[in-house]
């Protein structure tokens, strides 16, 4: 093998490995957009149901609750 077909094939060798890792890349990029966008809906569904525990926290009366007793019992 002369100097210029071992170089070829260690130029080939190289462009494989940086084919390799920008697949591995877009595959990490690919699955960190997934997580993103999860974690935005499981975001903005918390805060629908920190929104419905504050309402219903301010609208439920105590003293309508059949189960609690009054103070001076």
Do not use: C
Request: proline letters at 5%; glycine letters at 2%; aromatic letters at 6%.
């Amino acid at each position: 093998m002369n100097p210029s077909e071992s170089m070829q094939q260690q130029i080939n060798k190289l462009q494989e490995t940086v084919a390799f890792q920008q697949r591995t890349i877009d595959h990490f990029q690919e699955a960190l957009l997934q997580i993103r966008r999860e974690l935005d809906n499981a975001t903005r569904q918390l805060e629908q149901q920190k929104g419905r525990v504050h309402w219903l926290s301010e609208n439920i009366a105590g003293d309508n609750l059949p189960h609690e007793k009054p103070p001076h019992y």
